[in-house]
C-alpha cells in the first residue's frame, strides 16, 4: 500500500537499498525493520552499535530572548550552560504534557538547538511562537537529517569519522564535522545505551549514514527495536505514556523540572503539578510468564481496574514481556501484584522499576 | 499420505491420515517478523472452521490464528512455548501450532491447494 501524502527523509532510498520494510510513521515513510529483524537489531544496539534515522523528528532554532521558552516549560532553560543539551516537557496552558523535547545551548551561539516529535512539530513550534508572543522565535528546519548512533561501540565509531566526539560525556553537544559534513552532535539517544544523535543538513545524509554503517559494528535499526530499546529503558512515547491528558507529576517526570522551577512555581499548572499526590502514576510492569500485554490492557487489583497499559511488549534483552502503564497512586509501588486482561483473561504481574535495563550512559 | 492445503488468512493445514496439523506460512512468519509468543488451544476444544483457535505475538503485535476447517484439537506444540522463535525457523515443520482430529473434509477440500496459495502470494 503506497499513501502519496506520506513524506520521506532524505535517507528513504537507502533505506530501500538495506532492505527496510517501510510503514506510515507519524506522517512518514519509514523503516520499521532491516532484513536482521527486530530481535537481532534490537539485541545488536546493545551488544555493538545500531544506526537509526530520526529525521523524520522536529529539528529547528529558537532565536530571541530564548530563556521566554520557560513560559511553556517546566525545565530550566535560563540555567542551562554552554554546549549542554536538555530534556523537557513541552505543557499545555492547563499543566498537561502536550510534547516532550531536547534543547541545547550550543557553545557561542546566542540560539537554541530544539528537537520536538515528529506526529506534531508544525504544531509544536507554532505553539511556542504563539505562547512567546514575539519574545522570541522558531525557525523550523525539517529540512535537515537527524541519524543516531546508538550502542556502546557508537563512541569508536563516531570517533573514525569525527575526531574530538569521544570527549564528549552523556548530554554535552558540539558542533563538529562527520564523514566531511558539518554537524550538531550530542551524547544522547533514546535506547537506554551510550550513542550520539547527529544532526546534518539534508543533503549530507546519506553520506554520514553510508559512512557510519561501512563500519562492521553498525547495523541500521529499524522503528520497531527503537521502540522496544526505549520502552525496556523506561523512556516515555509522547501519544501513547503521555499526552495531554496527564501533568508531570503523573507521568513520573518531575526530575525534568528544574530546581529553580519548582520553588519559583513558575509553569504551567505548577499548582496541581506540584501541589501533592497524584491520583495516578505511571510505572513499570513485568507480566509474568511470557506473554506480551500490549496498549490498552486494563490493569486489574481485586477485580477492580486500576489503570491502563500505555506501552507493551517483548523487551528482547529481557527475554520477557515488559509494560508500562498508569495505576491508581496507591498501587504504584515496586512489587505491587496486578492483573493484566489479555484476551479477557487476567493476566498476573508486577509493577516494577523503570528502566527494565539499566541506562548505559557516559557520565 | 499426507495432503496439504492453505488459506487467505495464511494459514497452512496437513492433513495425514484422521489427523491434521496446521500452522502458519512462510509468506506469514516472514510478515509477522520475529515470534515471541504463541498461545495454544487446549486439547479438547472444538473449533469451526475460521474461528480464533491461537495468538501468535510477534515483538511489534498479537495475530489471531483461524482454523482451516472445523475439527477438535487433538494436540497442540508445547516445545512452541520455549522456543517460540521456531515459528520463524521453520514455519511449515516444527513450527507447527495444533492438531485437529474429525476435520471436516469438504471444509478442507475447499481451501487452497500449493499451486493457488502461490499464486494468491505473488498477487498480494
Same mark, same amino acid.
Given at each position: 500500500?503506497?499513501?502519496? %501524502?506520506?513524506?520521506?527523509?532524505?535517507?528513504?532510498?537507502?533505506? #530501500?537499498?538495506?532492505?527496510?520494510?517501510?510503514?506510515?510513521?507519524?506522517?512518514?515513510?519509514?523503516?520499521?525493520?532491516?532484513?536482521?529483524?527486530?530481535?537481532?537489531?534490537?539485541?545488536?544496539?546493545?551488544?555493538?552499535?545500531?544506526?537509526?534515522?530520526?529525521?523524520?523528528?522536529?529539528?529547528?532554532?529558537?532565536?530571541?530572548?530564548?530563556?521566554?521558552?520557560?513560559?511553556?516549560?517546566?525545565?530550566?532553560?535560563?540555567?542551562?550552560?554552554?554546549?549542554?543539551?536538555?530534556?523537557?516537557?513541552?505543557?499545555?496552558?492547563?499543566?498537561?504534557?502536550?510534547?516532550?523535547?531536547?534543547?541545547?545551548?550550543?557553545?557561542?551561539?546566542?540560539?537554541?538547538?530544539?528537537?520536538?516529535?515528529?506526529?506534531?512539530?508544525?504544531?509544536?513550534?507554532?505553539?511556542?511562537?504563539?505562547?512567546?508572543?514575539?519574545?522570541?522565535?522558531?525557525?523550523?528546519?525539517?529540512?535537515?537529517?537527524?541519524?543516531? #548512533?546508538?550502542?556502546?561501540?557508537?563512541?569508536?565509531?563516531?570517533?573514525?569519522?569525527?575526531?574530538?566526539?569521544?570527549?564528549?560525556?552523556?548530554? $554535552? =553537544?558540539?558542533?563538529?564535522? =562527520?564523514?566531511?559534513?558539518?554537524?550538531?552532535?550530542?551524547? %544522547?539517544?533514546?535506547?537506554?545505551?551510550?550513542?550520539?544523535?547527529?544532526?546534518?543538513?539534508?543533503?549530507?545524509?546519506?553520506?554520514?549514514?553510508?559512512?557510519?554503517?561501512?563500519?562492521?559494528?553498525?547495523?541500521?535499526?529499524?522503528?520497531?527495536?527503537?521502540?522496544?530499546?526505549?520502552?525496556?529503558?523506561?523512556?516515555?512515547?509522547?501519544?501513547?505514556?503521555?499526552?495531554?491528558?496527564?501533568?508531570?507529576?503523573?507521568?513520573?517526570?518531575?526530575?525534568?523540572?528544574?530546581?529553580?522551577?519548582?520553588?519559583?512555581?513558575?509553569?504551567?499548572?505548577?499548582?496541581?503539578?506540584?501541589?501533592?499526590?497524584?491520583?495516578?502514576?505511571?510505572?513499570?510492569?513485568?507480566?509474568?510468564?511470557?506473554?506480551?500485554?500490549?496498549?490498552?490492557?486494563?490493569?486489574? $487489583?481485586?477485580?477492580?481496574?486500576?489503570?491502563?497499559?500505555?506501552?507493551?511488549?517483548?523487551?528482547?534483552?529481557?527475554?520477557?514481556?515488559?509494560?508500562?502503564?498508569?495505576?491508581?497512586?496507591?498501587?504504584?509501588?515496586?512489587?505491587?501484584?496486578?492483573?493484566?486482561?489479555?484476551?479477557?483473561?487476567?493476566?498476573?504481574?508486577?509493577?516494577?522499576?523503570?528502566?527494565?535495563?539499566?541506562?548505559?550512559?557516559?557520565? | 499420505?499426507?495432503?496439504?492445503?492453505?488459506?487467505?488468512?495464511?494459514?497452512?493445514?496437513?492433513?495425514?491420515?484422521?489427523?491434521?496439523?496446521?500452522?502458519? %506460512?512462510?509468506?506469514?512468519?516472514?510478515?509477522?517478523?520475529?515470534?515471541?509468543?504463541?498461545?495454544?488451544?487446549?486439547?479438547?476444544?472444538?473449533?469451526?472452521?475460521?474461528?480464533?483457535?491461537? =495468538?501468535?505475538?510477534?515483538?511489534?503485535?498479537?495475530?489471531?490464528?483461524?482454523?482451516?476447517?472445523?475439527?477438535?484439537?487433538?494436540?497442540?506444540?508445547?516445545?512452541?512455548?520455549?522456543?517460540?522463535?521456531?515459528?520463524?525457523?521453520?514455519?511449515?515443520?516444527?513450527?507447527?501450532?495444533?492438531?485437529?482430529?474429525?476435520?471436516?473434509?469438504?471444509?478442507?477440500?475447499?481451501?487452497?491447494?500449493?499451486?493457488?496459495?502461490?499464486?494468491?502470494?505473488?498477487?498480494?
Amino acid at each position: 500500500m503506497t499513501d502519496d %501524502t506520506l513524506r520521506r527523509t532524505p535517507l528513504y532510498a537507502l533505506h #530501500l537499498e538495506l532492505g527496510g520494510k517501510m510503514v506510515p510513521f507519524a506522517g512518514y515513510e519509514m523503516p520499521v525493520q532491516y532484513p536482521a529483524g527486530i530481535l537481532k537489531e534490537h539485541l545488536h544496539t546493545r551488544e555493538k552499535a545500531g544506526l537509526f534515522d530520526v529525521s523524520h523528528m522536529g529539528q529547528g532554532f529558537l532565536s530571541g530572548d530564548v530563556n521566554a521558552l520557560e513560559r511553556v516549560t517546566p525545565a530550566d532553560v535560563a540555567g542551562l550552560k554552554d554546549g549542554m543539551q536538555r530534556y523537557g516537557l513541552l505543557l499545555t496552558p492547563e499543566g498537561t504534557i502536550k510534547d516532550d523535547f531536547m534543547f541545547s545551548r550550543l557553545a557561542g551561539e546566542a540560539d537554541l538547538y530544539l528537537v520536538v516529535n515528529a506526529g506534531g512539530k508544525e504544531a509544536d513550534f507554532a505553539y511556542i511562537d504563539a505562547a512567546l508572543k514575539g519574545a522570541a522565535k522558531v525557525t523550523p528546519r525539517f529540512d535537515r537529517a537527524l541519524l543516531a #548512533l546508538q550502542g556502546p561501540a557508537a563512541e569508536a565509531v563516531l570517533a573514525r569519522h569525527a575526531p574530538g566526539v569521544a570527549d564528549l560525556t552523556f548530554m $554535552k =553537544v558540539i558542533r563538529a564535522t =562527520v564523514a566531511g559534513a558539518p554537524a550538531i552532535v550530542s551524547r %544522547t539517544g533514546y535506547t537506554g545505551e551510550d550513542g550520539f544523535e547527529i544532526s546534518v543538513a539534508g543533503a549530507d545524509a546519506e553520506k554520514v549514514a553510508r559512512a557510519l554503517l561501512g563500519a562492521p559494528e553498525v547495523l541500521p535499526i529499524g522503528l520497531g527495536a527503537r521502540d522496544s530499546l526505549r520502552l525496556e529503558a523506561g523512556l516515555c512515547l509522547y501519544g501513547h505514556d503521555i499526552d495531554d491528558t496527564v501533568d508531570p507529576a503523573e507521568a513520573a517526570l518531575l526530575w525534568s523540572i528544574g530546581k529553580r522551577r519548582r520553588e519559583a512555581k513558575d509553569f504551567p499548572g505548577a499548582e496541581k503539578t506540584l501541589g501533592g499526590v497524584a491520583a495516578r502514576k505511571l510505572v513499570g510492569i513485568r507480566p509474568e510468564g511470557r506473554a506480551p500485554a500490549r496498549e490498552g490492557a486494563e490493569i486489574v $487489583k481485586d477485580g477492580r481496574i486500576i489503570g491502563k497499559v500505555t506501552s507493551g511488549g517483548f523487551g528482547p534483552s529481557l527475554n520477557a514481556p515488559v509494560a508500562m502503564g498508569y495505576v491508581e497512586t496507591a498501587f504504584a509501588a515496586d512489587g505491587t501484584a496486578v492483573e493484566l486482561m489479555v484476551r479477557g483473561r487476567p493476566l498476573p504481574a508486577a509493577v516494577g522499576k523503570l528502566p527494565f535495563v539499566p541506562h548505559n550512559y557516559r557520565r | 499420505m499426507s495432503e496439504t492445503r492453505y488459506t487467505d488468512q495464511h494459514e497452512w493445514i496437513r492433513l495425514d491420515g484422521d489427523e491434521a496439523t496446521v500452522g502458519i %506460512t512462510r509468506y506469514a512468519a516472514e510478515s509477522l517478523g520475529d515470534v515471541v509468543f504463541v498461545e495454544l488451544p487446549a486439547a479438547g476444544k472444538a473449533i469451526a472452521a475460521g474461528g480464533e483457535a491461537a =495468538v501468535v505475538e510477534s515483538v511489534k503485535a498479537a495475530s489471531d490464528i483461524y482454523a482451516p476447517a472445523s475439527g477438535t484439537v487433538s494436540a497442540s506444540n508445547a516445545a512452541l512455548e520455549a522456543a517460540p522463535a521456531k515459528v520463524n525457523e521453520d514455519p511449515e515443520g516444527e513450527g507447527w501450532f495444533f492438531k485437529l482430529k474429525g476435520v471436516n473434509r469438504d471444509e478442507f477440500a475447499g481451501l487452497m491447494d500449493a499451486a493457488a496459495y502461490k499464486t494468491f502470494v505473488d498477487g498480494l
